[in-house]
């Protein structure tokens, strides 16, 4: 009878260790990263303090925008744009940074010769920026609701998903973007091309529908344009269901074009 008790106790741990091993490794390895987040003070301004300041700091920029005659408010225009620069420097521009700087440092190369697996190791070093964009846009939104009387969303689940497509995107990005960095010190040179195009572009400060019909069409291909879409659609409830499905479909196929990209260019040892 002790040595079947034995057994049983031994199933049990089995089991046990089998169903929480791959979290496990993954939370193992985001509250690390999150120690090494928090002792950057550069990472920090850059991903917490700047997406918190710039949306409040264009508000003049916005005002003097013709919203009216796109049926648009200055809160419905800042609100997505908030997002969207949570989205650019608390998830995109940090994560370019963890990327190449775990790279760089050989970090990456030793992960990949223990238990872990390509992506949880990449879902790991991802979680930390990835809650932080989450918590911040929360933020953002109480902020712009009470600030510029932004009235609830009319389809939340429209900006939800464009939330949530914004992160696995952004993360997804920051991992091509980091194959084609050399250094960390050039991480933000080689981020800021799509940070640029994604705010000019992609309706986060200035919203497609004062853009030109041709100019909008090709902005609406650009990689965020289907999240900011979403995102501005929830609130506004303006969004039809063929054009919230054509967003999202925008979205979904960057973010299949970018983990392809993951899986054949990223680079898991220092570039020479």
């Known amino acids: 009878m002790k040595a079947a008790g034995e057994r049983r106790g031994a199933v049990r741990s089995a089991g046990t260790a ?11 390895l985001a509250r690390a990263e999150l120690i090494l987040f928090g002792r950057s003070k550069g990472m920090l301004v850059g991903a917490v303090a700047v997406p918190l300041v710039l949306p409040f700091s264009v508000r003049s920029v916005i005002e003097d925008m013709e919203l009216a005659e796109a049926g648009l408010s200055v809160g419905l225009v800042m609100l997505p744009g908030a997002i969207g620069f949570s989205l650019l420097f608390a998830v995109y521009s940090a994560l370019v940074g963890v990327f ?9 190369k030793r992960l990949r010769t223990g238990e872990l697996r390509d992506t949880e190791i990449l879902a790991g ?10 918590l911040q846009s929360l933020v953002l939104v109480a902020g712009c609701t009470v600030l510029l009387d932004v009235p609830a969303p009319k389809a939340v689940h429209l ?9 696995v995107l952004c993360a997804a990005l920051a991992a ?25 572009g992609s309706g986060i ?22 999240v900011i879409t979403l995102v501005r659609g929830g609130w506004s409830g303006e969004l039809s269901a063929a054009e919230a499905l ?20 990223f680079r898991w040892e220092p570039r020479r």
Do not use: H, K, N
Request: glycine share 8%.
């Open 159 to 167: 900006a939800v998903l464009g939330l949530l497509l914004g992160l």
């Open 205 to 226: 400060m200035v919203p497609l529908e004062l853009a030109p019909d041709t100019v909008a069409s090709a902005f609406e291909l650009l990689p965020l344009t289907g």
């Open 125 to 134: 070093a991802s979680l930390p920026a990835v809650v932080t964009g989450l």
């Open 176 to 200: 091509v973007t980091a194959a084609f960095t050399r250094t960390v010190e050039s991480a933000q040179a080689t981020a800021l091309p799509l940070v640029m195009i994604s705010m000019i």
């Open 100 to 108: 190449v700087g775990r790279r760089e440092e050989l970090v990456l």
């Open 246 to 265: 054509g967003a999202a479909a925008t979205a979904l196929a960057w973010t299949l074009v970018a983990v392809f990209a993951v899986r054949r260019w």
């Open 18 to 28: 089998t169903v929480s091993t791959a979290m496990g490794r993954v939370g193992a």
